[in-house]
């Protein structure tokens, strides 16, 4: 006859389940290996969180009933430095800065016209900028990549892009507190931030996981909420590159939920090897808190 678990029993078996594979769990708590997969099952507690999904989710798209702005039309062009086709690729600079596809299709057309290899023109715009800005040791690095005219398009067009989504998804208010990041300032609020402008990492921590409602409880939950604050992220940063980073509250979630990933069992190899892509995307293995969840992925 089996005997019945307990309820001390079943909430060692889910606290262990946090950090250790099934099979290691039924050893460290002599339980079968069945009775363990099943209290693990049946808690749910292993399962992606919606209601935490939908707090750190986007608002949706919407399509505006605001007349579309027309093209603007291609910026005359001027006279700076008197090199004809140093201007020639200033001139063509503004218009890809405008991020609208059609000018810029016509800008990589005309740049096709000029001859001189990238490096020339660099040099040629380094040197103007040196000679009209004596002193001034930094005046040369606005020489750099000064003719990659297409990697400045694909930078641009993504740019305006970005903004366009931002409009789309928050209207007049992309800069304004979103529900995760309320969220984040009650359940830190009377936290002192430190003299870097940051939280204590071991208070935020013991805060947000005091609301259990709301915690990742899958490291698919953990990676669903990390590409959310990167996505707010490049919404603003496209907009105003000094204002993207939010309230210090939602830095300390980040970080903490960034830290979640070498607490979290993987369920299985595919959600392993999607953190593992996670990490890679990033600067790669490359600090202590990513190679701890690299020891957690491989268990």
């Known amino acids: ?70 093209v603007p039309e291609l910026p005359p062009q001027e006279v700076v430095t008197g090199d004809k086709e140093v201007d020639a690729v200033l001139w063509l600079r503004s218009i890809i800065n405008t991020g609208q596809a059609a000018l810029i299709e016509r800008a990589m057309e005309a740049a096709k016209r000029i001859k001189a290899p990238h490096d020339v023109l660099e040099k040629r715009y380094r040197d103007y900028l040196i000679a009209t800005n004596p002193g001034n040791v930094f005046a040369a690095l606005s020489s750099f990549d000064f003719a990659d005219l297409e990697g400045l398009a694909a930078r641009s067009i993504e740019k305006h892009r970005l903004r366009t989504e931002g409009r789309a998804r928050f209207g007049d208010h992309l800069f304004s507190d979103t529900p995760a990041e309320v969220f984040c300032i009650e359940a830190l609020e009377g936290l002192k931030l430190e003299q870097l402008g940051s939280l204590d990492s071991e208070d935020a921590a013991a805060r947000f996981k005091a609301l259990p409602d709301w915690l990742p409880q899958t490291l698919a939950d953990c990676l669903w909420e990390l590409d959310y604050w990167r996505q707010l992220y490049r919404l603003r940063n496209a907009v105003d590159r000094d204002c993207s980073d939010g309230p210090p509250e939602a830095s300390a979630r980040d970080y903490f939920v960034f830290g979640l990933l070498a607490e979290i069992r993987p369920r299985n190899k595919d959600e392993a090897k999607a953190v593992f892509r996670h990490l890679m995307r990033g600067n790669g293995i490359n600090s202590e808190e990513d190679e701890a969840i690299l020891d957690n992925l491989i268990g």
Do not use: Y
């Open 1 to 70: 006859m089996k005997q019945p678990v307990s309820e001390e029993q079943r909430r060692q078996v889910l606290d262990l389940r946090r950090r250790h594979s099934l099979r290691e769990v039924a050893e460290a708590t002599g339980l079968p290996l069945g009775t363990v997969k099943t209290l693990v099952s049946r808690s749910g507690a292993f399962r992606d969180n919606d209601q935490h999904r939908n707090l750190f989710t986007l608002p949706p798209i919407k399509v505006s009933s605001e007349t579309v702005p027309s």
